[in-house]
């Protein structure tokens, strides 16, 4: 008898607006789109919704430098994250924006409830301001000596060297990061929600969360230690400037983005149930998923582990405190690191999504994070030699080539179609591997996809010796043997079918191709429970290929390329918005570069400035843009540069033995011509347009520049 079919709303962490998509992010979205698909494909219903995170200082201050409204930004960051969750196969019944006028809406209608039952409360703070720019900082946006290891430029709410947490105000010689200038103290009134109101249902919830399988007992542990001196009241405002909701009734004051944020999760699911866009839910839905005592609805959260304290203790505090049901389940996970380390620019293992689907399959990456992926909040690593090898023998080696190695016979032979039924010994076989793999359905369930990988490449190896062992190729010699020759060829292909379903929530693009080839597709995980016989195939096309090795290479070395700032363009469309109270940009109006703003001197004594003599000048083969440049950097050594002069020195030889200006102290950029140590100084526009500094007589290579 099959399960009850259940209802269920999906969310999970929101993309921050402020930049692309990489694969630490793909790392949840498809764990999430994963468990939507294996839900759908078990019986359920499932509303699958996102959007993105578009409020806060970081996205206020990034607009300011590229001289464009907040607005502008957010709409064009979104076109690129819908378009690369997207192509990675990752569906969403809605996708939105945190600036909607629903989020503003509902973020107002929580505050209101909160506000009126007292969960509220108003009161003044210290805080570190910047006098250039008129503002209040956040943490991250001070920076200093850490006052216990005394490491320079740490953030002003932990040491990044020694580990040591600490507030803004302990640093020493603290700076802003946003002009440099030294902070100042400034009291402001900030508006707080009271947790501690709610400490009582919170320990109730997660103790009831983790018994009914909603939240890890390692989660529950953690977040324990947040009780021990009771909770504290949480400030949920900033001070302008700052893009975001202002608070109802307030002057400048704006919720912090934390508020707004999980919100977003309901805001975007009702902008889906009053759209009419989706069968089977309309605008009185909302109320059935969201409000408290719903009891045939489900809400389920995935996120990662760093921002646990916000959705397992904040979320459902405001939840609740407003007459709204709280989280069925938060499913929490850990990071991804790169070859067993941090994702690192650098080393070009910090990889944007779309920088992958430049060199790469999706679905290549959706099956190696599955065979990782289990209900622990473990870190998991992105080994790209271990991902070659994997989907290269598990995608290839044991499934596609299941159906490569036998449908040529049955075109040959049968017209082709399949069998009409199966021997008894191959039908118990079938049955078996269909048994087997209907475990699947509940690993998936709960998270643990690796298991669910494990038993279907433990069939795909008993369904490939299958094949070995029968040898098809042997058997269709033998002209009298062409039933048993059927029999086996369509075993061999109910077998690929059986792992294609099983897989299609992994590998939804391939797994398409492959039901397209065995006749339809398979909608239901039940479907797998009888044979394909008496139905013709499709002539079978490659479904996937291996993994080039030099593909993996150029995607690494596109994405040391890829640190280089992106070109600001219109979007062709936007997202919902709600109008805003910002702080206009304050460029430097002496200056030609598009809203620099200010700097200070410190800033610029970080620059090493040196002259440098040319002891070798020429072309770069493969480059029209490029000279390679050996400079005398006197007690600094010699130094490869790599510099984009070509248009307007066409005579590089010409250039040996001038004196010029370098950047001494920029880090070194690997080029697929070599590695550049510097950067070159030059006077003009561009192109032709460039002009290398010169120095007086008298300059010797290695001397600074002040």
């Not at 191959?426 to 998270?447: G, Q, T, V």
């Not at 039933?483 to 391939?510: D, K, M, Q």
Request: net charge negative; aromatic share 10%.
């Amino acid at each position: 008898m099959s399960a009850p079919q259940r209802n269920i709303l999906v969310s999970n962490a929101l993309p921050y607006a402020n930049g692309p998509i990489h694969l630490g992010h793909m790392l949840e979205h498809i764990q999430v789109d994963i468990w939507v698909r294996a839900m759908r494909m078990a019986g359920h219903e499932v509303h699958f919704v996102c959007a993105d995170d578009a409020h806060g200082t970081s996205i206020m201050l990034r607009a300011e430098r590229e001289g464009i409204t907040p607005q502008a930004l957010i709409a064009r960051v979104w076109e690129e994250h819908t378009r690369d969750l997207r192509d990675f196969g990752i569906e969403h019944d809605h996708y939105s924006s945190t600036d909607s006028a629903a989020n503003h809406a509902l973020t107002n209608r929580i505050w209101n409830a909160l506000k009126a039952d007292g969960h509220t409360q108003a009161r003044p703070v210290k805080q570190l301001y910047d006098p250039v720019k008129e503002m209040f900082l956040p943490d991250r946006f001070i920076k200093g000596e850490c006052p216990n290891c005394h490491s320079k430029d740490q953030y002003g709410d932990a040491c990044e060297v020694c580990g040591k947490t600490y507030g803004p105000t302990d640093l020493i010689q603290p700076y802003s990061v946003v002009s440099g200038a030294t902070p100042i103290e400034k009291e402001s009134l900030h508006f707080f929600v009271k947790l501690g109101d709610f400490e009582p249902m919170l320990k109730g919830w997660l103790a009831e969360r983790r018994d009914a399988g909603g939240l890890q007992g390692e989660v529950v542990n953690k977040l324990q230690e947040w009780f021990t001196d009771g909770l504290r009241s949480w400030d949920v405002s900033r001070d302008a400037p700052y893009f975001g909701f202002e608070i109802p009734g307030e002057t400048d004051k704006f919720f912090y983005v934390w508020v707004d944020a999980p919100i977003g999760y309901l805001a975007t699911f009702k902008e889906l149930c009053e759209s009419g866009r989706k069968s089977g839910l309309s605008a009185a839905d909302f109320d059935r998923f969201t409000l408290a005592g719903a009891s045939d609805t489900e809400m389920v959260h995935f996120i990662g582990k760093d921002i646990l304290y916000f959705h397992a203790l904040f979320w459902p505090a405001m939840l609740y405190g407003a007459g709204l049901r709280t989280p069925t389940a938060v499913n929490v996970h850990g990071f991804l690191t790169v070859n067993g380390a941090k994702m690192s620019k650098s080393r070009g293992t910090f990889v944007n999504a779309r920088t992958y689907l430049d060199y790469l399959d999706p679905d290549w990456l959706r099956y190696y994070f599955a065979t990782l992926l289990g209900p622990t909040l473990a870190d998991v690593d992105l080994d790209l030699k271990t991902f070659e090898e994997r989907v290269n023998s598990h995608l290839v080696g044991k499934w596609v080539n299941l159906a490569s190695r036998c449908a040529g016979f049955v075109h040959t032979f049968f017209h082709g179609k399949l069998a009409a039924s199966l021997p008894a010994m191959e039908r118990e076989k079938y049955d078996s591997a269909s048994a087997k793999l209907s475990a699947c359905a509940r690993h998936y369930e709960a998270r643990d996809y690796a298991a669910a990988t494990r038993l279907i490449v433990e069939v795909a190896d008993t369904a490939n010796a299958y094949v070995a062992e029968k040898a098809p190729w042997a058997l269709a010699k033998d002209e009298s043997r062409r039933e048993e020759l059927h029999g086996v060829c369509t075993l061999a292909l109910n077998y690929f079918r059986l792992l294609s379903i099983w897989l299609s929530p992994v590998v939804p693009t391939i797994a398409q191709r492959a039901h397209a080839f065995t006749g339809g597709p398979a909608a239901r995980f039940a479907d797998a429970s009888a044979p394909l016989l008496g139905v013709h195939i499709h002539a079978f096309v490659p479904l996937t290929t291996r993994i080039d090795p030099k593909n993996i290479q150029a995607m690494i070395e596109a994405s040391k390329e890829s640190l280089r700032p992106a070109a600001t363009t219109a979007p062709s469309a936007t997202p919902p918005s709600a109008t805003v109270k910002t702080q206009p940009a304050s460029p430097n109006p002496e200056s030609r570069i598009p809203n620099p703003g200010l700097i200070s001197i410190d800033d610029f004594a970080k620059l090493d400035l040196r002259i440098g003599k040319v002891l070798a000048c020429e072309f770069v083969e493969g480059s029209d843009k490029l000279l390679r440049i050996d400079l005398d950097a006197g007690e600094l050594g010699q130094r490869q540069i790599f510099s984009g002069i070509r248009a307007a020195y066409d005579a590089p030889e010409k250039l040996i033995g001038r004196h010029v200006v370098f950047i001494a102290n920029l880090a070194p950029r690997k080029m697929r011509f070599g590695v550049s140590q510097g950067m070159i100084l030059c006077a003009g526009d561009g192109g032709a347009d460039l002009f290398l500094l010169d120095v007086d007589t008298g300059a010797k290579a290695g001397m600074p520049v002040k």
